[in-house]
Structures are given as C-alpha cells and as structure tokens.
C-alpha cells in the first residue's frame, strides 16, 4: 500500500473487522510508523469514551428541544391526522355519526339513481333555468346599460345580444386599464416631486 491508513479504514481495525481487506491494511500499519501511531492514538481515544461517565438528560429536555424544531409534515400525513381529529372519541357519538353518514350515502346513492332514471326530465329542468339564468343576467345587464348609459344604449345592448355583452366586458376592461395607468401616472408624478 503506498499511502497511509484513510479514517474509516482505522476504524475498521479499531472494530476488529475481519476479512480479505483488513490482511493489507493490518500489514501496512506493522510497517508504518505513522499509521501505528494513528491507530493507537485512536485506541486510547475509545477506552477514554468508554470510561467516561453516562450522563442522562434531564426531564423535558426532549421536550425542550423539539419546541425549536420546525417539523415538515407530509401533506397527507397532515390530512390523515385531520381525518382523526374529526372522529368523536366516544363509541356512541361514533355510533350515532357513521349511521348519518351512511343515511346521507344511501339518500345520495337513492337520489343518483333516480336521476339517471329520469335523465331527460333532468336535462330539461337544467336547460330551462339556464334559459331563465341567462334571461335575467341579460335584463340585469340591459337595466345596469340603460341606467348609465339612458334607455337608447340599453335597445341597443338587448339587440345585440352576447355581442353586446362582449363589448360592454371590453369597456369595462379598457376602463379599469386607463383607470390604472392613470393613477400609476399620478404616483409616478408625485414620487419625482
């Protein structure tokens, strides 16, 4: 071996390791001085440690310590605890909540079904209170249109229809736009005085 002993091969030889690679490294340390020396130095060093006395930590220094600790929590570690946490502790209450638990599913699963059964009267009744939706958005739009801009501009926006709607949101938009840059400007103006 042409160099000395690295750390951890020392600390083979202090294990008392046995095998094909501690034969060189145990050759080389009856050879080399220095690597001798190291090695006994580190003898002395663990029947120092193992000398020493055993200290315990006192009460609550676990404690102490793990309250400067920042502990990352796993997101779904997080929710499985929150899940825990809802649980009632008592056998009744727990009784008493998986049962409305499983009348809600059962109410729910009863309620699918017959919904699915009845899948065209479901997408009527849908269709038609979208059509009201739309309606009174619309009327809500065409009042909001006349009360600004008077009744001829509110004619014009029912006639157009979701034309008018997009060009009422564009205005709405450039407005706030020219709002904005106007009093960045304004700041901008006041800050350099």
Request: contains cysteine; proline residues 3%.
């Given at each position: 071996?042409?160099?000395?002993?690295?750390?951890?091969?020392?600390?083979?030889?202090?294990?008392?390791?046995?095998?094909?690679?501690?034969?060189?490294?145990?050759?080389?340390?009856?050879?080399?001085?220095?690597?001798?020396?190291?090695?006994?130095?580190?003898?002395?060093?663990?029947?120092?440690?193992e000398?020493?006395?055993?200290?315990?930590?006192?009460?609550?220094?676990?404690?102490?310590v793990?309250?400067?600790?920042?502990?990352?929590?796993?997101w779904?570690?997080?929710?499985?605890d929150?899940?825990?946490?809802?649980v009632?502790?008592?056998?009744?209450?727990?009784?008493?909540?998986?049962?409305?638990?499983?009348?809600?599913?059962?109410?729910?699963?009863?309620?699918?079904?017959w919904?699915?059964?009845?899948?065209?009267?479901?997408?009527?009744?849908g269709?038609?209170?979208w059509?009201?939706?739309?309606?009174?958005?619309?009327?809500?739009?065409?009042?909001?249109?006349?009360?600004?801009?008077?009744?001829?501009?509110?004619?014009?926006?029912?006639a157009?229809?979701?034309?008018g709607?997009?060009?009422?949101?564009?205005g709405?938009?450039?407005?706030?736009?020219?709002?904005?840059?106007?009093?960045?400007?304004?700041?901008?103006?006041?800050?350099?005085?």
């Open positions: 071996m042409n160099r000395h002993l690295l750390p951890d091969e020392i600390d083979q030889l202090l294990d008392g390791e046995v095998g094909f690679e501690t034969a060189p490294l145990k050759a080389h340390v009856r050879g080399c001085d220095r690597c001798r020396t190291e090695l006994e130095r580190a003898r002395e060093f663990v029947r120092d440690l000398h020493l006395p055993h200290y315990r930590p006192s009460l609550g220094f676990s404690d102490r793990m309250s400067r600790v920042q502990v990352f929590v796993p779904h570690v997080a929710l499985a929150w899940a825990r946490a809802l009632p502790r008592s056998r009744g209450l727990r009784i008493a909540v998986g049962t409305g638990l499983a009348a809600a599913g059962l109410v729910l699963t009863v309620a699918s079904v919904v699915l059964t009845r899948l065209d009267a479901v997408l009527f009744v269709e038609m209170l059509d009201r939706l739309r309606d009174g958005s619309m009327g809500a739009l065409t009042a909001f249109v006349g009360a600004l801009l008077g009744d001829g501009a509110a004619e014009a926006f029912r157009s229809g979701a034309v709607v997009g060009i009422l949101a564009g709405v938009v450039a407005t706030a736009l020219v709002g904005l840059g106007t009093v960045r400007a304004i700041t901008a103006r006041s800050r350099a005085r």
